[in-house]
């Protein structure tokens, strides 16, 4: 089984996405350890020779800022802290977003500034090499001060309570310590609040989406260039000329994409095309390239919070400082989410006007691509079930970032509603998906009333892969066992394009 070293070295996109895929198990550095030593070493010194109230540390939280607490109650202060805040509701967080939460927290914990016990982040470590999954709760998270509620309950098993899944059966943390034969971890100054200050449900959420949304816009592409050879559409729009003087790189590239992907079809090049196509085919390399540029933007937003530490108080050792401050504030990831919500439900937005074309027999295509419409409704009611998903797209692409509400008797007076930016564009993208596998459906149905051997030799393999999960519709039947399919063919169909 492959081994990944967590280090103070910055995680990727690319890192983060072989780790899910490969079943890797997380190991600590020689350095990682160092550091996390060095820090509980400081800290533990630090609380035997400061008189002085260190926030959260000798501390109540919040509001109770000003309430000093007594040594021989740090660790209940900690527990306490831990089982309160496990106030989440809501649907359960997938198994792949808990997973991400696993590792960027113990990513976050690993840089040596949270005064973290050693033996705690190996305990995280330990749920995530043997798949111990905690039960998390989407809804509770303010997105300040960090993911308060979720990360509570992803800490929940480290004390021997809440909930965990593992083998996809949920059983009582308290009963799997036991199997494992694991000590519940006592809980030292500080920890807790490490433990449940930070952004890891937005930015794990985050990561889940960018991976999903990166694949979508090359899918988009392909979906999108079968759409315009069905259409009998034009090549014009996708010349590099009419790009190098409007030179977004997604414009730029997105452009490319299709001319690769058309290359060698006789299709787009024949004789006969309308002097102009309609936006939806003519501006895909405006459309798709801002939805890509918007991607890009957020991918760096999320890169730097992956990498950052952002509980509260953050501890600097070498510089003898604990620092109160609000790193833990979700306002970077709010803010992209939002945007990135938006630039998917415009992609899928383009895709369904492209299947609103296709079927409305135009361009010599029949009326809902079937041979004998009206005693056959053929692709009417796919391109309605998009229609209904593009239009509640638009509804959750409603900002969550423009919204607060005070908390913590006013301690916590401005929140970032992160945690709802992120839970609500997890929805949007998982529409999307659903948006571009009903493309599909529909524009190879389309392409079979052409020439469909002329298109090019990519679409060719890709029409005729997709084929073999999905056949052409020759008379009505039964639809949404053929766009489960396609949905399942878009999660697992590998994305190369030609070059």
């Known amino acids: 089984m492959e081994t990944f070293e967590i280090s103070p070295l910055p995680l990727s996109f690319d890192i983060l996405e072989q780790i899910l895929e490969n079943n890797t198990r997380l190991i600590l550095s020689s350095e990682a350890r160092t550091r996390i030593q060095h820090c509980r070493d400081y800290l533990d010194s630090k609380l035997e020779n400061h008189a002085e109230p260190i926030y959260g540390i000798t501390t109540g939280f919040g509001s109770l800022c000003n309430i000093q607490i007594s040594p021989k109650d740090l660790r209940t202060l900690q527990e306490n802290l831990v089982m309160s805040h496990a106030c989440g509701t809501g649907n359960q967080v997938n198994d792949e977003i808990v997973r991400l939460m696993l590792l960027l927290k113990i990513h976050a914990l690993s840089s040596g500034n949270s005064g973290v016990q050693l033996k705690t982040?190996?305990?995280?470590?330990?749920?995530?090499?043997?798949?111990?999954?905690?039960?998390?709760?989407?809804?509770?998270?303010?997105?300040?001060?960090?993911?308060?509620?979720?990360?509570?309950?992803?800490?929940?098993?480290?004390?021997g309570m809440g909930e965990v899944s593992i083998n996809g059966k949920i059983t009582g943390s308290k009963q799997i310590l036991k199997q494992f034969g694991w000590e519940p971890v006592a809980l030292q100054s500080k920890e807790g609040l490490a433990l449940l200050n930070g952004t890891q449900f937005m930015s794990a959420h985050a990561v889940h989406i960018l991976l999903k949304a990166r694949k979508l816009s090359r899918l988009a592409d392909i979906t999108g260039a079968i759409s315009l050879e069905a259409y009998n559409g034009r090549i014009d729009p996708f010349l590099d000329q009419l790009h190098q003087i409007r030179p977004h790189a997604g414009q730029i590239e997105t452009a490319r994409n299709i001319r690769n992907i058309l290359q060698g079809s006789q299709l787009i090049s024949q004789e006969g095309k309308k002097v102009q196509d309609p936006y939806s085919f003519r501006c895909i390399p405006q459309v798709h390239g801002a939805v890509k540029d918007t991607i890009r933007y957020v991918s760096s937003v999320v890169l730097t919070e992956?990498?950052?530490?952002?509980?509260?108080?953050?501890?600097?050792?070498?510089?003898?400082?604990?620092?109160?401050?609000?790193?833990?504030?979700?306002?970077?990831?709010?803010?992209?989410?939002?945007?990135?919500?938006?630039?998917?439900?415009?992609?899928?937005?383009?895709?369904?006007?492209?299947?609103?074309?296709?079927?409305?027999?135009?361009?010599?295509?029949?009326?809902?691509?079937?041979?004998?419409?009206?005693?056959?409704?053929?692709f009417m009611i796919p391109q309605y079930t998009a229609a209904s998903i593009v239009s509640q797209n638009k509804q959750l692409a409603t900002p969550a970032s423009v919204d607060s509400i005070t908390s913590s008797n006013e301690q916590e007076d401005h929140v970032s509603m992160g945690a709802n930016a992120a839970t609500k564009t997890l929805r949007v993208v998982n529409n999307l998906e659903k948006l571009i596998a009903i493309e599909l459906f529909a524009s190879s149905q389309a392409l079979e009333f052409r020439e469909a051997a002329k298109t090019s030799p990519f679409l060719n393999a890709f029409v005729s892969e997709y084929r073999s999960a999905v056949p052409f519709i020759k008379n009505d039947r039964i639809m949404y066992t053929e766009i489960q399919k396609s949905i399942g063919f878009i999660r697992n169909v590998k994305v190369d394009f030609p070059e």
């Not at 305990?123 to 303010?142: A, T």
């Not at 604990?322 to 992209?336: K, R, T």
């Open 121 to 159: 982040v190996e305990r995280l470590i330990d749920l995530f090499n043997h798949d111990i999954l905690p039960v998390v709760y989407e809804q509770g998270s303010l997105g300040a001060s960090g993911d308060l509620a979720p990360l509570a309950h992803l800490s929940l098993p480290l004390i």
């Open 306 to 378: 992956i990498n950052a530490v952002t509980d509260n108080p953050t501890v600097f050792p070498d510089e003898d400082l604990v620092l109160s401050g609000g790193n833990f504030h979700g306002e970077p990831l709010a803010f992209a989410l939002d945007f990135l919500s938006i630039a998917l439900a415009e992609l899928g937005n383009i895709a369904e006007r492209r299947v609103y074309r296709l079927i409305a027999g135009q361009r010599g295509l029949p009326e809902f691509l079937v041979a004998n419409p009206g005693l056959n409704s053929g």
